[in-house]
Structure formats: structure tokens, C-alpha cells
């Protein structure tokens, strides 16, 4: 891992609004009083007029981002993933999900390695409100390079889509150039193997690339998938792995109740297929403040970790 | 409308009339809805679609026309009857408020319903979507207007308050909110159930333009509106005092009619009233 270039992906984040909204003059930006945290300040820097700064009060800046919409603009939002979700539940479901406004909720601090802020500031339960929501997209980037790809790909999609990443640099996963083909709803198959798939999600792509290089040193040959997309899930792909390898982990920052895992979980139930499984992730409790790798030791959501379910599962 | 002579004022009050008869028959016919609420709100409508507002039922996405959001999504059945009057699609559709397979669902879609702004009903969205709205119309410099109307029990709601002080942040002079103050919300008066008074000092200390007007006139309601628009650097307000289930004697300010529809004998009363008043009023012409 210590090789690896460390990008910020918030830092990705602000850079790929400042390219779109070049191209595309429609492109505004809300933001609810965290602009220097989400990155959002560096579209407020060179497009200032195209940025409305809303305050701390977020409800009003979601149903807002859907007037905008209304009248043809393209409003990227952005908050924590706490304050952009489950703070605004009513505002998402009603002005975007339900009326298909053409919004992006653009979120960061997602998951628990946020850290020492603690569980108020920790979403755990994002991918999961935002999925049950009708109409509504749900995506996790796994690094900078796929966050400035992603940004680009919801600006050309119609319709509500939520994403997130976390706060933490991370290593670059991708080069220039991977990702052309890269496409919302559509899984990557990022290490082959043939004993056991990691399906991870945004910030656990990373950690399944280690556990497949240490598994790879045991002669165990670990798949990983980055399944950027919770929703629509990539089933067709989910359900060749899960026949073309042993057992399937599914991998995020995130509860294991209505995420990433809840999602295999239902498209292997309902397709009959007939498979060992484990679901990492947050295990039906709050966690608390710590330094992120600390949380991730201790909820076991680290490659180690990765590395010892599927030892375990291939027992 | 500048000159409005006396000819035009009575059609407009027909009008009022007209759409009263249609909340009540299709309250009726749903079983279910709010007759209150969607009758002390008739008199602003009529004054925006028939003689205020910049629209045209057959372009309904113009991009330069006005825009009207019913935050207080429970009025729907007066909104409806309006827009089917005003040609956005046809009166037969009336028939089938709430009903499965209809456009006009219990409470306004924008996705359902040709003219309906905004998705309401959960309260207290509509004046933020208005100041997205609004926002977007000074970005490009559009000269439209976005009227809200409000319930006075929905200014219980935190985001509206979030939404006046982002408007006013803003000066978003481009946004004309009208309160439906009828006194009157589901569990009671309004100010047994959260005080809102000093309703106009709490506006005006959020930075906003302030007018009071009887909401039922509606050459006063028309007035109240010019000076809106006509005023610079802030949002307005203009505070409508009215009477929940105005126009039906036996409804009239009675707290269950917020959310109860007419019984066939109750029906039956409530359009002979109206059709008496309406009856009078085409006399004058």
C-alpha cells in the first residue's frame, strides 16, 4: 500500500466541478457551509456566480437544488454524507426521488473512517436509505481518479443520483485512461481469481486489492470486484462470480443491514443461487470516535480482516 | 391585468364560484380530501391564473413563464380545479381525484399533472424549491415570478424558515409568498397548537416585504400582488386573511373541514349555496 500514490478524493472531487462546469454552463453547485471541507470552494473560486452558498440548513438546500432543476439547471449538492441523506430524508425522497429532478447529491465523510468526529458525523446507513428510494442512483467512487470519472458520468445521466467517498486520502487505484469505458451500474472485475470474490464498494476497494496480493502469496486466488454501483446493481456480473468462485465477500463502509451486502444478499437469494457468503461492514452498531485505521481494525474492515473471512470461508 | 373594470372583476368572481363548485364535487366523489383549506385558497388562485400571472396552459414548461407552487400541497383539489380551468387539461379529469389510474393523485405531482410546479404535500418544501427557482431566474436573467402560497399551520415547519432566510440572504425579489391565514389547522387554532403571532413582525424581521390583504377580495388580493412584484431587493410576503371554508356557510371557519369531505346532504347544501351565489353574480353582468 505504502507505494502507492495517496490522492485526496475530495480533492478530485473539487477539481472534476471546476472542468464540468467549463464545458457545461448549466452546472451550479450548493453547498450547506462545508464548501472547504467537500471541495466544493474551488467551484465557488472560479465560478462564483454559479455557486450558492445555502447555509447550515440543509433541508431547504435540497428542495432548492430541485427548483433549480426545474428550470433546466444541473445542481451538484454537496454535504457530509450524514447531513445530505438521513438529515433531509423527506426533501430527497419528495423534490428528487419521487419528482425525478435532474439533482446530484454529491456527499463526503461518508462511512467510519472519518474517525475521530465520532458517530455523528460517521454515515453508516446512507447507501441503504438512499437505495430504498425509487428513481434514485446510488454510486461509490474508489478513488480520484474514478470520482473525476464518475462526476462526469452523472452529469451526463438524467436523473436523481446519490454518490460518496470518504474524507481520508486514498492510493490511486486507477491510471489515466482505465476508466474510458467505465460505465453507472456496470462492475469492474479489477483482479481476477477463481477461489473467492471481494465485491467491495467505494473505500474497501483498496483493502480488497491487498487481500488478494497477500492471498495471492498463501495460493489462494481472491477475485475483486469494484462495484461502484450499489444501485442498479450489477447482477448479471454478481451472479458470475458468485458461479465461477467459491464464496462471495461483499465489502463497505457501511451496515451490513441495506447497503452493498444487503443488495447481493436479495439478487442471490431471489436467483437461487447457492453460495458461501459473508458480508462485511458495520454490524448493526454504532461505532464511535478513534483514528480511522484504529475503527477499521476494530470492525474488522481492513485488508487483514479481508484476508482472514476468506481464509476462513474457504476452510 | 392593470385596469381591471367592473366586467372582468365579476367574471373573476364567477370564476371563484365555479372552482368552489368543483372542490366541493370532487371531494364528494373522492370520499376523502380537504374542503377547508382548498376553499379559503380559491380566491388567490383565481387572482393569479386568471388576471396575474405570466402562463400559457398549452406551453406548461415555458421557460419564461411564471411559476406558482402550492406548498400547501393539501389544497390540491383548488389547484386542480384552477388548472382545468385555465385549459392545462380537461375538467372530465376532475372526476378522478385520488382515484387509482389518475393524474390528479391526493396531493400535487409534477411528474402526474400538467401545471403542477412542484411535488407537495409533506409541508413546508415549496417556498425552498421556490428559491431554487427564483435563484436560477436571476442566474440567466429571466424576468418570471414565483408565487408560493403557504398555509399558516405549515410556518410550524423549521424549513420554511430556512427558506425565508435563504431568500432573503439572497434578496430574492423575484418571490411572492402568500400565507394562508385562516387560523385554523388540524388540531385546532392556530395559536393554541404553536403560536405564530406576531405573524407580520417575524417576517419582516427575517428581512422580508410585508402586505396584509383580505384574501377573499380579489381586487384587493390583485393590488396586494402588483405591489409585490413592484417591490426591489427583498422577498414579499403578502400575509392573505381569510376564513377556512369560505364560501360554504356550514364549513366556514369550522375546524373539521380541514380534512372530513361533505356528506351527500352536506353536497348537495354546498352547491346550492354556490350556485345561488353564482347565479347573483352572473345577474351583474
Redesign the interface.
Known amino acids: 500500500m505504502s507505494d502507492k500514490k495517496m490522492v485526496n478524493p475530495r480533492n478530485a472531487y473539487g477539481e472534476a466541478l471546476v472542468e464540468l462546469g467549463k464545458k457545461n454552463q448549466n452546472l451550479?453547485v450548493l453547498d450547506a457551509d462545508l464548501s472547504k471541507s467537500t471541495k466544493t470552494i474551488n467551484f465557488a473560486k472560479t465560478y462564483p456566480?454559479?455557486f450558492?452558498q445555502?447555509?447550515i440548513?440543509e433541508?431547504?438546500?435540497?428542495?432548492?437544488?430541485?427548483?433549480?432543476?426545474?428550470?433546466?439547471?444541473l445542481?451538484f449538492v454537496s454535504t457530509f454524507a450524514v447531513f445530505a441523506t438521513g438529515r433531509v430524508y423527506?426533501?430527497v425522497?419528495?423534490?428528487i426521488a419521487?419528482?425525478?429532478a435532474n439533482v446530484k447529491i454529491f456527499a463526503t465523510h461518508g462511512g467510519i473512517s472519518v474517525g475521530k468526529d465520532g458517530v455523528s458525523h460517521q454515515m453508516i446507513e446512507d447507501f441503504a436509505i438512499m437505495r430504498v428510494l425509487p428513481n434514485m442512483t446510488v454510486i461509490a467512487p474508489s478513488d480520484a481518479m474514478q470520482v473525476k470519472k464518475i462526476v462526469n458520468l452523472m452529469a451526463e445521466a438524467i436523473g436523481p443520483i446519490y454518490a460518496r467517498i470518504g474524507r481520508a486520502d486514498a492510493p490511486l487505484i486507477y491510471n489515466e485512461g482505465d476508466l474510458n469505458d467505465l460505465k453507472i451500474g456496470k462492475g469492474l472485475i479489477i483482479r481476477d481469481g477463481a477461489d473467492i470474490t471481494f465485491i467491495s464498494t467505494g473505500t474497501m476497494v483498496e483493502p480488497a486489492i491487498e487481500a488478494h496480493d497477500i492471498l495471492k502469496k498463501q495460493n489462494i486466488s481472491a477475485r475483486v470486484v469494484d462495484m461502484h454501483t450499489v444501485k442498479p446493481l450489477d447482477n448479471s456480473l454478481l451472479i458470475k462470480c458468485a458461479k465461477e468462485t467459491n464464496a462471495i465477500i461483499t465489502a463497505e463502509e457501511h451496515s451490513v443491514i441495506g447497503g452493498l451486502g444487503g443488495a447481493v444478499a436479495e439478487t442471490l437469494a431471489e436467483n437461487n443461487i447457492n453460495t458461501k457468503f459473508y458480508r462485511m461492514g458495520i454490524r448493526d452498531v454504532f461505532c464511535e470516535s478513534g483514528s480511522p485505521a484504529d475503527l477499521l481494525e476494530k470492525y474488522k474492515l481492513n485488508e487483514k480482516h479481508m484476508v482472514l473471512f476468506a481464509k476462513k470461508m474457504l476452510k | 391585468m392593470n385596469n381591471l373594470d367592473g366586467k372582468e372583476l365579476l367574471k373573476l368572481k364567477i370564476m371563484a364560484v365555479k372552482i368552489r363548485k368543483h372542490i366541493i364535487e370532487m371531494l364528494f366523489r373522492a370520499r376523502s380530501g380537504h374542503p377547508g383549506g382548498s376553499l379559503s385558497a380559491t380566491d388567490a388562485l383565481v387572482a393569479l391564473y386568471f388576471a396575474h400571472m405570466k402562463h400559457n396552459p398549452k406551453k406548461p414548461k415555458d421557460p419564461d413563464r411564471d411559476r406558482f407552487i402550492l406548498s400547501k400541497g393539501h389544497a390540491a383539489p383548488a389547484l386542480y380545479a384552477t388548472l382545468a380551468e385555465s385549459g392545462y387539461f380537461d375538467l372530465k379529469e376532475l372526476s378522478g381525484l385520488r382515484k387509482a389510474e389518475c393524474m390528479l393523485q391526493g396531493h400535487p405531482v409534477c411528474t402526474h399533472t400538467p401545471g403542477v410546479e412542484a411535488s407537495t404535500g409533506s409541508l413546508g418544501h415549496g417556498l425552498s424549491f421556490a428559491n431554487g427557482v427564483a435563484l436560477a431566474g436571476k442566474l440567466d436573467k429571466k424576468t418570471y415570478k414565483v408565487y408560493v402560497m403557504l398555509g399558516d399551520g405549515e410556518t410550524d415547519e423549521g424549513q420554511i424558515w430556512e427558506a425565508a432566510a435563504i431568500a432573503s440572504h439572497y434578496k430574492l425579489d423575484n418571490i411572492t409568498a402568500m400565507l394562508d391565514r385562516n387560523f385554523l389547522q388540524i388540531d385546532g387554532n392556530t395559536e393554541d397548537v404553536l403560536k405564530l403571532e406576531p405573524v407580520v413582525d417575524r417576517w419582516k424581521s427575517f428581512g422580508w416585504n410585508v402586505i396584509e390583504c383580505d384574501g377573499h377580495d380579489i381586487k384587493k388580493i390583485l393590488k396586494a400582488l402588483k405591489q409585490g412584484d413592484a417591490h426591489k431587493g427583498q422577498p414579499t410576503l403578502i400575509i392573505l386573511k381569510t376564513k377556512k371554508g369560505k364560501g360554504v356557510s356550514f364549513m366556514e371557519n369550522v375546524v373539521d373541514f380541514h380534512g372530513i369531505p361533505p356528506k351527500e346532504d352536506e353536497r348537495n347544501k354546498a352547491i346550492k349555496e354556490l350556485s345561488d351565489s353564482q347565479k347573483k353574480l352572473e345577474a351583474l353582468l
Not at chain 1, 59 to 73: D, P, Q, V
Open positions: 451550479v456566480e454559479r450558492f445555502m447555509g440548513a433541508a431547504n438546500m435540497i428542495s432548492a437544488s430541485a427548483g433549480f432543476a426545474s428550470c433546466g439547471k445542481p423527506d426533501q425522497r419528495m423534490d419521487y419528482s425525478c
